[in-house]
């Protein structure tokens, strides 16, 4: 049989009747083992089922998952073959921009461009590109769009061609949502269906997406995780993704969310538990009676989560409540039916109490009783940070001293005095008076320090010429934001009814904080139009600014010059409040120093106190007319409030007009002048948009590979070298080689923008690889950033870039050296991208991360490790020496040899040799490695085809 066709070595395609229509599908009861899987690994049984070919997928696969050990440690690989591919904007143009560079690579080599074409849906959302430039004013949305399209312009003309060249890829155009809440309330399809020699093929919907929370679709039952960029291009082309069967961590829920919990509190819970427990590298799977009580929308929070946990995924199964939300967000009736007759034939439905039901096996259990969980916050730099409300004015004052200067007001000590920063119990945290804790608020809302902590209170100016303080702690910027919450009703109206309380009762937010609101999804203003909320959010200055990401990925806009300018006169340590997932140091604003994630209605109360010192439980949130105190508990939505509203305003009808023409755009995306054609119309005046070099020269046949011989060091890296040390996505720092680049195109400083934005140009991307400014080149002492030693100019320091250039020129490839856990981290893509192309040939390091390793390979660069217990110290390298690396050429021979040679030659003629482990772990890396990558794998199969 050969490879493609499917055997079906364990007779298992049978026949689904769900109405009138009758669908093929394979059993997953044929296989031993599987009735009692969890339910993830059920989903990857049908893959593989499914996509046997006797090659990349044998029988032997099928039955080592039918007989998965739930205790042993992963070791068997098998190739997984997702269903579809999701992509937003920053890490989806240069998918894009690499098909289209396929399309001319085949009429180079004789072939038709129309055959370059995702083979697996493929579907990319913009929601990374809108800033919150304008914000507390009903013009606020269309200024921020304007601007978003005069920065964007060309990104966007690019993916517009892509929308009508390429079959089976569409785009969600600007304005219409988060990709994350795009993908949940409109692009899943629960089951996918397939025309295959002329029956209709029904098989799990999955996916791999170009973002982390890709996750957040594994609250639908939908199994899908976060990829970089060379894995989503390789899926779209019909490539699998190796992994290794994974770990799954059986979470049990039970009991029901009190009175003042939100389900953001159930999430930080979840996270700070999942982060004790660690789940890298693993499948959490949901399970037990207290799933059913758990809404889809609070699921859906969960599983956006996982990175921030650190699991591969965090799944939910397929239940009543999964198809009452796919009813709700307007699939058809049909497409229901299939979802619940599916899952029900494949032993995929979960109903504990159903007679016959089978728990699934799990390799690791944890429990959760949804009634212990209380309101909570997490900061100020990490997601899994937890602190219970009741808890935050005492742990935002004990890490003051490591973010504020430490100047105090007279009489005033510092907690870094009284307490350790190590642990936070709350019992041990300073006492504060009551006195103290009660004062009235300052001229402005400026409060006087509370004994016990660092303050610096300094004038503060605002444009209209209101006259207040700033101090330590002060609220700067409160957004309701991300794909985690805006998607959840319960959290989006309960932001909306506590703003209206608020409203009502006289209470406004403090001058100096940023508000913002940028739903996820266009549905969420259509039920708060429909409930009456939208004034008393704007009367709080929480104008829609966007349908994007913004201040979660750090789109936060400028805060106003006059708050920035006492802030970082005074060196303030100001902070952020929003409903994101992530809140990393440096992340969200450069003015801002802590971070703190919230649910949407705590966002609106820290915008209302305008500082993190502050203790909801005894301090009001203002006075209403008669000078009364406002306490928290006064304005707070009952839950019966929330659910009253949810039930009178969201139906059906709302998703599916809201969802109707999502992908046709508004005016300004259908009157964007677009080239026409099966090949792109490239502009060689572009900065943002331009062919990269992947297949100049290629030959229809790949030419052997070879020994490398003569190669420098362009980087000698120690341990924990992430992708974003390698590839930062941040802003371009003037005067190095990108923004060199920039200057030279006529971009002004002030339009650089950042690495993200512009990675669909490889001029820009190769010149800031390894140009993190935290990045340190041990081949120079003391010296952080993108530089190294340029032996072609007698070892002087030169940035990396231009070191790599001159040795082009002298014909000399490059080797990098690296210590453990070489790789990890974000910005995938390019950090193994711009690594081939500065003609990097080989890496050799202690360890590598799995996806990064994977991408080396993808894009030619060969892995190798150090002996085992040996590394670049214990040799005695210090990056001065010249590489030869033989017996690579044994791949030629249709065999990955185990080890091959390294000679490192001293400048004294001494030499160092190594046999380095060969990297390249499967069948399948071997072909995309003697291709030169996978890109030319792929495209010489479609020509030979």
Known sequence: MSAGQNPDSFSSRDTLEVGEERYDYYRLDAVEGARDLPYSLKVLLENLLRTEDGANVTADHVRALGAWDAEAEPDTEIQFTPARVVMQDFTGVPCIVDLATMREAVVDLGGDPARINPLAPAELVIDHSVIVDSFGTPESLSLNIELEYERNRERYQFLRWGQTAFEGFKVVPPGTGIVHQVNLEHLARGVMTKDVDGATVAYPDTLVGTDSHTTMINGIGVLGWGVGGIEAEAAMLGQPVSMLIPRVVGFKLTGSIPTGVTATDVVLTITEMLRQHGVVGKFVEFYGEGVAAVPLANRATIGNMSPEFGSTCAIFPVDEVTTQYLRLTGRSEQQVALVEAYARAQGLWHDPSADGYVEPRYSEYLELDLSQVVPSIAGPKRPQDRIALSDARDAFRLVLPDYADHETDEGQTSLADEASAESFPASDAPAVSAEAAHEEPAQGGARPPAQGRVSKRVPLTLADGTETELDHGAVVIAAITSCTNTSNPSVMVGAALLAKKAVEKGLARKPWVKTSLAPGSKVVMDYYEKAGLTPYLDKLGFNLVGYGCTTCIGNSGPLPSEVSQVVQANDLAVVSVLSGNRNFEGRINPDVKMNYLASPPLVVAYALVGTMDFDFAAEPVGHDESGAPVMLDDIWPS????????????????????????????????????????????????????????????????????????????????????????????????????????????????????????????????????????????????????????????GEQAFIYDAAQHYAEAGTPLVVLAGKEYGSGSSRDWAAKGTALLGVKVVIAESFERIHRSNLIGMGVLPLQFPEGESATSLGLDGTETFDVTGVEGLNDGATPRTVRVTATKESGETVELDAVVRIDTPGEADYYRNGGILPYVLRSLVGA
């Open 639 to 794: 839950p019966e409030e929330v659910q009253q509203v949810i039930d009178s305003t969201i139906d059906e009808g709302m998703f599916a007009s809201g969802y109707s023409d999502v992908f046709a755009g508004d005016r300004r995306w259908q009157e964007l002048p677009t080239p026409e054609g099966d090949t792109f119309a490239w502009d060689a005046g572009s900065t943002y948009v331009r062919k990269p070099p992947y297949f100049d020269g290629m030959a229809a046949d790949p030419a052997p590979v070879q020994d490398v011989h003569g190669a420098r060091v362009l980087a000698l890296l120690g341990d924990s070298v992430t992708t974003d040390h390698i590839s930062p996505a941040g802003a371009i720092k003037p005067g190095t080689p990108a923004a060199q680049y920039l200057d030279e195109h006529g971009v002004e400083r002030k339009d650089y923008n950042s690495y993200g934005s512009r990675r669909g140009n490889h001029e820009v991307m190769i010149r800031g690889t390894f140009a993190n400014i935290r990045l340190r080149n041990l081949l120079l002492d003391g010296v952080s950033g993108g530089y190294t030693r340029d032996f072609t100019a007698g």
